[in-house]
Nanobody
């Protein structure tokens, strides 16, 4: 069992940066691939970024590539999402998720555990 708690969301202006954190419970954090998803009002949940277990290879949605960076600190049981050059369309509830598989999945159905989400609102 893994419990995930996101933090770091808030209201920011377009063009600025924000860093989300996701703290995981348990001693097996390093054995999970981790993902960040987001869901805007009236839209489906979508993949944002993922990081594998082990060497920590990464994958990004085209909409955030070059602006967002996912990283993990296995010693702290934490995964981060650094978000730069934020746009209005980045407004959403952001969720982190854990997947027992080695590789990064872009499908939310593949993930085993989810956090409660943190709101990110980007204003003009």
């Amino acid at each position: 069992q893994v419990q995930l708690v996101e933090s770091g969301g808030g209201l920011v202006q377009a063009g600025t940066s924000l860093r989300l954190s996701c703290a995981a419970s348990g001693r097996t954090f390093s054995s999970y691939a981790m993902g960040w998803f987001r869901q805007a009002p009236g839209k489906e949940r979508e993949f944002v970024a993922g990081i594998s277990r082990g060497v920590g290879s990464t994958s990004y949605a085209d909409s955030v590539k070059g602006r967002f960076t996912i990283s993990r600190d296995n010693a702290k049981n934490t995964v981060y999402l650094q978000m730069n050059s934020l746009k209005l369309e980045d407004t959403a509830v952001y969720y982190c998720a854990a997947d027992r598989q080695f590789y990064i999945s872009r499908s939310s159905a593949e993930y085993d555990y989810w956090g409660q989400g943190t709101q990110v609102t980007v204003s003009s």
